[in-house]
């Protein structure tokens, strides 16, 4: 190649990154009105970087490789992916988690890149163009190949039960469950073991050198569960192929490919022990750090996952009796057993919730045929919100009980209905109640 031909060739090679960064990482200007960059220089930097095919000399990027705007366009869609409304810190909240995720897993699609770049030649017509590929249909595409050949057997595993920076807590008729709760590098070791060093899973926690392990593990501890039952074994751990790793307090449950399962319908499909043992690790997550407060986004989040498991009731008397605030939104997809758009999605109030004598405020949204009349127990509650209970026909007119000369309900100031059946019924004493004691009733 001539002189000329050289500097040219450098120029265009250096030219696509620099495109890149005034595409995505420069506000641009139109009008009166400054739209903002939509990335930081980190941000394109890690996904350039993260093309197994860019050109590189440690950060320093030579040639972005020819899968980054494959990448890019994975990473932007994400906004699409967000429930919550656009600009909203919920949207931002949410994003965030998004974003991060993808980051966290970069390393997996460059693996995947790898193996498609490599393979490309042995993989079917229709799916050797990578831009009608997800992220999802690249790992299902490239699965079956290995960039390399395991470097030990099962013959070659330490002889070992157990390692020792795990320990066994469950031994069932079909899983064992290991649970790695160290910090150290015993724990992280383990984890490596457990994930067959992320070549026979592809959980982040496994792959040795990474940091990630550390991040899951100072939030708590990680659960592996091992299908004794299957034949089939890691040429690496000697371990049986199909497992999963569990992690509450991040709400990641894992197949081997890094999958997230349902976990309700796995407990409720898989042996009766697996379920009542996994009780305390949701029990845990059903409040706040003190206990007086719950929220439940039925059927979404980690409460609904209790209550599809172990039942309403058993929800409830496994609140805390100094619960001081209770929150039940009927939210949309999820968990639960029952579609939360159905209008017959209806849960009873067990009369156990006259025990919360700290309660100042419960809301019931969406989800009330009828309310127990042991709501009059409830001396210290000021709000009463009730919103879009189409189904509520009256309020218990026990409500307006009285000791002495004194309501029960002494402390109540609000009483919201708005969305609610407009025919409910509010008792002669509780309307002589309200008038009485000025409560703001909103319907």
Same mark, same amino acid.
């Given at each position: 190649m001539?002189f000329?031909?050289?500097?040219?060739?450098?120029i265009v090679?250096?030219?696509?990154y620099?495109?890149?960064k005034?595409t995505?990482t420069?506000?641009?200007?139109?009008?009166d009105?400054?739209?903002p960059?939509r990335?930081?220089?980190?941000t394109?930097?890690?996904?350039?970087?993260?093309d197994?095919?860019?050109?590189?000399?440690g950060?320093t990027?030579?040639?972005a490789?020819?899968?980054v705007?494959?990448?890019?366009?994975?990473?932007?869609?994400?906004?699409?992916?967000v429930?919550?409304?656009?600009g909203?810190?919920q949207?931002k909240k &949410? #994003?965030?988690?998004?974003?991060d995720? =993808?980051?966290e897993d970069?390393? !997996?699609? +460059?693996?995947?890149?790898q193996?498609?770049?490599?393979?490309?030649?042995?993989?079917d017509?229709e799916?050797?163009?990578?831009?009608?590929?997800?992220?999802?249909t690249?790992?299902n595409t490239v699965?079956d190949?290995?960039?390399?050949?395991a470097?030990?057997?099962k013959?070659?595993?330490?002889e070992?039960?157990v390692h020792?920076?795990?320990?066994?807590?469950y031994?069932?008729?079909?899983?064992d469950?290991?649970?790695i709760?160290?910090?150290? &590098? #015993?724990?992280?070791?383990?984890?490596? =073991?457990?994930?067959?060093?992320? !070549?026979? +899973?592809r959980?982040?926690t496994?792959?040795?050198?990474l940091s990630?392990f550390?991040?899951?593990?100072?939030?708590?501890?990680?659960?592996?569960?091992?299908?004794?039952t299957?034949?089939e074994?890691?040429?690496?751990?000697?371990?049986p192929?199909?497992?999963?790793?569990f992690h509450?307090?991040?709400?990641?449950f894992m197949?081997?490919?890094?999958?997230?399962?349902n976990?309700?319908?796995?407990l409720?499909?898989?042996?009766e022990?697996?379920r &009542?043992?996994?009780?305390?690790?949701?029990?845990r997550?059903?409040s706040n750090?003190?206990? +007086?407060?719950?929220?439940?986004e039925?059927p979404r989040?980690?409460?609904?996952?209790?209550?599809?498991?172990y039942?309403?009731?058993?929800?409830?008397n496994?609140?805390?009796?100094?619960l001081?605030r209770?929150?039940?939104?009927?939210?949309s997809?999820g968990y639960?057993?029952?579609?939360?758009?159905?209008s017959?999605?209806?849960?009873?109030?067990?009369?156990?919730?006259?025990?919360?004598?700290?309660m100042?405020?419960l809301?019931l949204?969406?989800?009330?045929q009828e309310?127990?009349?042991?709501?009059?127990n409830l001396?210290?509650?000021?709000?009463?919100?009730?919103?879009?209970?189409?189904?509520l026909?009256?309020?218990?007119?026990e409500?307006?009980e009285?000791?002495?000369?004194?309501?029960?309900?002494?402390?109540?100031a609000?009483?919201?209905?708005?969305g609610?059946?407009?025919?409910v019924?509010i008792?002669?004493?509780?309307?002589?109640?309200i008038d009485?004691?000025?409560?703001?009733?909103?319907?």
């Amino acid at each position: 190649m001539k002189f000329n031909e050289i500097i040219r060739a450098i120029i265009v090679e250096q030219g696509r990154y620099e495109i890149l960064k005034k595409t995505y990482t420069e506000p641009k200007k139109k009008g009166d009105t400054v739209k903002p960059a939509r990335l930081s220089i980190k941000t394109l930097n890690d996904i350039v970087l993260s093309d197994p095919t860019t050109r590189s000399s440690g950060n320093t990027i030579k040639k972005a490789g020819k899968y980054v705007n494959w990448i890019l366009k994975q990473y932007l869609r994400l906004e699409s992916n967000v429930e919550a409304q656009y600009g909203t810190p919920q949207f931002k909240k &949410e #994003l965030k988690e998004k974003s991060d995720l =993808f980051f966290e897993d970069l390393y !997996k699609t +460059t693996e995947d890149l790898q193996k498609f770049d490599r393979f490309k030649s042995k993989i079917d017509v229709e799916l050797r163009d990578i831009n009608k590929l997800t992220i999802d249909t690249l790992f299902n595409t490239v699965k079956d190949f290995s960039l390399e050949k395991a470097i030990t057997t099962k013959a070659e595993r330490k002889e070992m039960d157990v390692h020792p920076g795990a320990k066994q807590v469950y031994n069932g008729s079909k899983y064992d469950v290991y649970m790695i709760e160290d910090q150290g &590098e #015993l724990g992280k070791e383990a984890a490596c =073991f457990y994930g067959g060093q992320n !070549k026979e +899973t592809r959980w982040c926690t496994s792959a040795p050198g990474l940091s990630y392990f550390n991040t899951y593990i100072k939030q708590g501890p990680l659960y592996v569960l091992v299908d004794k039952t299957d034949t089939e074994v890691g040429e690496i751990s000697g371990l049986p192929k199909h497992r999963y790793q569990f992690h509450f307090p991040s709400n990641q449950f894992m197949d081997v490919s890094d999958r997230q399962v349902n976990l309700v319908e796995f407990l409720l499909g898989e042996e009766e022990g697996l379920r &009542e043992f996994f009780k305390p690790e949701f029990m845990r997550g059903l409040s706040n750090s003190d206990g +007086t407060e719950v929220t439940v986004e039925y059927p979404r989040d980690a409460a609904s996952k209790f209550i599809a498991l172990y039942g309403f009731d058993e929800f409830f008397n496994d609140l805390p009796d100094n619960l001081g605030r209770l929150d039940f939104i009927k939210g949309s997809g999820g968990y639960g057993q029952q579609n939360a758009n159905d209008s017959n999605l209806i849960i009873s109030i067990p009369p156990t919730i006259g025990r919360f004598n700290s309660m100042y405020a419960l809301h019931l949204d969406g989800i009330l045929q009828e309310l127990p009349k042991e709501i009059s127990n409830l001396s210290d509650l000021m709000f009463l919100s009730l919103p879009n209970n189409k189904d509520l026909k009256s309020l218990p007119k026990e409500m307006a009980e009285k000791v002495g000369d004194k309501y029960k309900m002494s402390n109540l100031a609000v009483i919201t209905l708005t969305g609610s059946n407009p025919g409910v019924i509010i008792p002669e004493e509780v309307q002589k109640m309200i008038d009485e004691k000025n409560i703001k009733v909103f319907k």
